[in-house]
């Protein structure tokens, strides 16, 4: 299953996250069949202003199901900065109150500091991979933003060894 962004959307950089795809099965078949069942798509290509749902429990908070949008694309290091960054929040929460379709990224970078929209546009300068960072509407009207990195399904024997997995970002379109 590959999911693509919807086709009406347009501008802005696509991003193309492939599932990683192993175990003990060899045969690419009977893997794949293992497999049929897994929530993670194969592929999936976001954008910012992709509209996303959760379909991995991170933590007692963020749960499968919350539905997000694809504010950014960055790797682990900005994403530190970013989180200790409480101005540069204040600044996106301003930049999207004042352009309500952030699906039009140029105008919607505009709003942010030049220094800081390198960071938000893309690729990183010292190989790390991209994620896509995701704002979350929280039940209690807050959001939180996640940097979805992949995760893990697996389809185990009740010894533990492992038959197949998928390695994937935890998102899929909404």
């Known amino acids: 299953m590959t999911i693509k962004i919807r086709t009406e959307t347009s501008g802005g950089r696509v991003f193309s996250f492939q599932a990683r795809d192993g175990g003990s099965i060899q045969d690419l078949t009977e893997r794949?069949?293992?497999?049929?069942?897994?929530?993670?798509?194969?592929?999936?290509?976001?954008?910012?202003?992709?509209?996303?749902?959760?379909?991995?429990?991170?933590?007692?908070?963020?749960?499968?199901?919350?539905l997000g949008i694809v504010v950014a694309f960055m790797d682990d290091e900005n994403f530190n900065l970013y989180g200790d960054d409480e101005e540069w929040k204040e600044d996106e929460?301003?930049?999207a109150k004042s352009q309500p379709d952030s699906s039009q990224d140029a105008e919607y970078?505009?709003?942010?500091?030049?220094?800081?929209?390198?960071?938000?546009?893309?690729?990183?300068d010292h190989g790390m991979r991209i994620w896509p960072l995701v704002r979350f509407a929280m039940p209690d009207g807050s959001t939180r933003d996640l940097l979805c990195q992949p995760e893990q399904w697996k389809v185990e024997l009740p010894d533990g060894q492992v038959q197949a997995y998928r390695c994937q970002v935890p998102l899929t379109l909404v």
């Open 32 to 66: 794949e069949q293992l497999l049929a069942d897994c929530e993670a798509p194969v592929s999936i290509c976001l954008r910012n202003g992709s509209r996303v749902v959760l379909i991995w429990d991170i933590d007692e908070t963020l749960i499968k199901g919350y």
């Open 93 to 95: 929460d301003e930049a």
């Open 109 to 124: 970078l505009e709003h942010l500091p030049d220094l800081r929209r390198s960071i938000v546009k893309g690729p990183s």
